[in-house]
Structures are given as structure tokens and as C-alpha cells.
């Protein structure tokens, strides 16, 4: 009995993950060589229902000024999340589902979106990590067709929150 409590500890884990930080996003225009880039914020809350597995909300926004118009677009997306948890570091992978709601010259179109994708946690200490990145494939569902050359990448600082 007593040689078992040390695997008892093995199976810590935060409760709740909170990231926040710095958010590229990339599309082609027309052409798959020409990309517009975009650059703005993402945040997310992840509750860890075990050790492996959880659920997160994901929520993004990236702006650029194009000839003048100042754009916008936001994501809102939700889904399952499983974390390979070490000592030092955290790979992480999920598919997400929701919105993407872009914005222009006081017009917005919201699509149905995708996150596919996953990322790096450097775990600094038992509350903090460093999120070094995080890259989703984010295809946007408008007009009909599927708009699926669009990535995501961000990253920041993550706060593990209860144990």
C-alpha cells in the first residue's frame, strides 16, 4: 500500500489551463503564392476532465488595414483537446468547431469554422507555461465552399489553474 502513493502523485494535473497571447493568421488571396497576413490576439480556456483529456473554448481576433479599410476577423471555436503531459513539456492536440465572424466597412459575415491543430507548452513551473506555438489549420465555411487555406499560429503565456 504505501509503495503505491508515489504513482497517486503521477496523476496530478491543472483543472483548468488559461493562454493568452499573440496570434498570426495567414490566407491566400486568389493566388496560393500571395498570402495576407494578419495580427491580433487568442485566448483560451481549457478544462481538463483527466489527465489526457479536456474540452477548450478558443477565441481569436487578427487585423489588417488593406488600401485603407480596416478588417477584422474573429474566432469562436469549441471542441475536445488531448494533452501529453511530461515533466518539462506538454504537446497538445485538438479539433475545434465554431465561427468566424470577418468584418469591413461596417459590414460582417459570419461562416462556420474549423481549428485543426495542436501545440507546444514549455512548462516553466506548476502554474505557468510558455506556449511555443500553437498551429491550427483553420478552414472558413462561406459562400457555398470552403475557404481552406488559412493557418493560425499563436503564442504566450498559459496559467494552470487547482490541481
Known amino acids: 500500500l504505501l509503495m503505491s502513493i508515489p504513482g497517486w502523485a503521477q496523476e496530478s494535473y491543472p483543472k ?15 493566388t496560393p503564392s500571395v498570402r495576407n497576413s494578419f495580427y491580433g ?10 489527465r489526457r483529456l479536456g474540452i477548450v473554448g478558443d477565441f481569436g481576433a487578427q487585423y489588417k488595414t488593406v488600401a485603407g479599410v480596416g478588417i477584422s476577423n474573429y474566432q469562436y471555436l469549441f471542441g475536445p483537446q488531448i494533452s ?8 497538445f492536440f485538438h479539433a ?7 468584418s ?5 459575415n459570419t461562416n462556420l469554422a474549423l481549428g485543426m491543430g495542436g ?3 514549455l512548462n516553466v513551473s506548476d502554474r505557468l507555461s510558455l506556449r511555443v506555438p500553437q498551429f491550427d489549420w483553420t478552414p472558413i ?16 503565456l498559459v496559467i494552470k489553474v487547482g490541481e
Open 16 to 30: 483548468a489551463e488559461v493562454f493568452g497571447g499573440f496570434s498570426f493568421s495567414s490566407m491566400a488571396s486568389g
Open 41 to 50: 490576439w487568442q485566448a483560451s480556456v481549457n478544462g481538463n476532465l483527466q
Open 84 to 91: 501529453l503531459r511530461q515533466e518539462k513539456v506538454t504537446p
Open 96 to 102: 475545434l468547431f465554431g465561427a468566424n465572424r470577418t
Open 104 to 108: 469591413a466597412l461596417g459590414l460582417s
Open 119 to 121: 501545440g507546444l507548452d
Open 141 to 156: 465555411h462561406g459562400t457555398g465552399a470552403w475557404t481552406t487555406n488559412v493557418i493560425r499560429v499563436g503564442f504566450g
